[in-house]
Each structure stands twice: as C-alpha cells, then as structure tokens.
C-alpha cells in the first residue's frame, strides 16, 4: 500500500517558520516528482511547490516564493517544505503530492496527481 504521511503541521504567529515532512512508502518513489498543495476552508486546492527527482529542480507559486522553499531526502523517500515569513494567507490544510510527471507540469495535472496524503493543518495566527 502506498502511503505519502505528511508531518510537522501546527499553529504559529505571523512571521513565524515551520517546516513541513512528507515521507512516502510502499514503493520506490524514484523518478517521482514530489510536491505540496494547499487548501484554505471555501477555496480550491492550489499550487504550492514541487520538486523533480534528479536534477531537484523546484518550482513555486508566486504567493510563497522568496518565503518557502522545498527539498528532498531521496534516500529516504522524503519531502520537505520550509516556509518562513508566514501570514495569515498560509492558513490551510497542506497535502503532499507524488507524481512521475515533471513538478513544472503540476499547476495544470495537480487534478489527476497520481499519490496524495492526508494532509497536515498549518495555522498562523495574527
């Protein structure tokens, strides 16, 4: 069974860090570009990140970039997500991604990404 656990979610002040892991099992994810997304209560899923397999080309959306930035253990099957400088704006369930296609196709495929988890809640308060 393949599985993408997120961890490292919680609630924070404004202008404060977290850092985001997603771990995957249940397969070898090589090749695999891996990614976040986010969802705010009453809003669409959107684009937050994403990162290739080899090179570890990263990719973001506009709304985070200069503030969070992604990584991956591939060794350990592992993403990250640092995100600094947080808003209220960041408040929202953040959902890890695995797909083979390449993380700069993400924004216009994220519909039918093949592996998702569960989602882990970050909250920033004013």
């Known amino acids: 069974q393949v599985q993408l656990v997120e961890s490292g979610g919680g609630l924070v002040q404004a202008g404060g860090s977290l850092r985001l892991s997603c771990a995957g099992s249940?397969?070898?994810?090589?090749?695999?570009?891996m990614g976040w997304f986010r969802q705010a209560p009453g809003k669409e899923r959107e684009f937050v990140a994403a990162i290739n397999w080899s090179p570890g080309s990263a990719y973001y959306a506009d709304t985070v970039k200069g503030r969070f930035t992604i990584s991956r253990d591939n060794a350990k099957n592992t993403v990250y997500l640092q995100m600094n400088s947080l808003n209220s704006d960041d408040t929202a369930a953040y959902y890890c991604a695995a797909d083979l296609r390449r993380a700069e196709t993400w924004v216009v495929v994220r519909r039918s990404l093949q592996y998702w988890g569960q989602g882990t809640q970050v909250t920033v308060s004013s």
């Open positions: 249940g397969r070898t994810f090589t090749g695999y570009a």
